[in-house]
């Protein structure tokens, strides 16, 4: 069966600082991978999507930035966090070719201070 | 982008209690999902429709799309705090893309014991 594995649940960052989420998938191949930002417990942003290996879309300009380097994982970075880059953060795959099914991974807390 | 609007916005019943939840569109879907989250976790499917006028039961959660496929409900059958989370909906974006979602801001249902 498939998993998804995202880290940390939690981090606690100072303005300025990097930031790397790094989310991987087990029991499956060439996966579409997503992030998602999620305010307040309500609708989720797509962030950014990779349907293949060093395959970015990115949604939403903003101070962050997505990767692929292998093809079940993808991280999520930030040179230089801003106090409007705290969030839920998550992380999901759907299967090849079609994403009308997302399997999401448990988020990670993200508090900028 | 097509959008998906979810009523109510929030939603506190007691336990034992019926609630129907919308999701509506003036778009026209090939499909549509409906997901629950928990609080501090990740969103997990709960059922895809794909017909018009398709019903589909879970337990005591049944699924309705609509028969022009722009909308759909979910009513829940004697509510238990077990159920208390964030209902989301969410289909295909559509526009030749086969690979996002786009999801409704979601109903956060509290039952209470």
């Known amino acids: 069966s498939q998993t998804i594995h995202q880290w940390p649940a939690t981090l606690v960052q100072p303005v300025g600082s990097p930031l790397s989420l790094e989310c991987t998938v087990e029991g499956t191949s060439n996966p579409n991978l997503y992030w998602y930002r999620q305010a307040a417990g309500r609708g989720l942003q797509l962030l950014f999507y990779?349907?293949?290996?060093?395959?970015i879309s990115s949604e939403v300009p903003q101070n962050l930035s997505a990767s692929r380097p292998q093809d079940r994982q993808f991280i999520l970075s930030s040179k230089k966090l801003l106090l409007s880059d705290s969030g839920f953060y998550l992380c999901?795959?759907?299967?090849?070719?079609?994403?009308?099914?997302?399997?999401f991974g448990a988020g990670t807390r993200l508090s900028v201070l | 982008t097509q959008l998906l609007e979810q009523s109510p916005q929030f939603l506190s019943i007691q336990e034992g209690e019926n609630l129907t939840v919308y999701c509506n569109s003036s778009?026209?879907?090939?499909?549509l999902q409906w997901y629950r989250q928990e609080p501090g976790e990740g969103p997990v499917l709960l059922v895809t429709?794909?017909?018009?006028?398709e019903v589909k039961k879970l337990k005591r959660l049944t699924f309705q799309f609509g028969d022009a496929r722009k909308d759909s409900s979910l009513h829940i059958t004697a509510a238990q705090p077990g159920d208390t989370g964030l209902y989301l909906c969410a289909a295909p974006e559509g526009g030749g893309s086969n690979y996002k979602l786009t999801f409704g801001k979601g109903t956060l249902l509290t039952v209470n014991p």
């Open positions: 999901a795959w759907s299967p090849a070719l079609t994403g009308n099914i997302q399997y």
């Open positions: 778009s026209v879907f090939s499909s």
């Open positions: 990779s349907v293949g290996i060093g395959q």
């Open positions: 429709v794909v017909t018009g006028g």
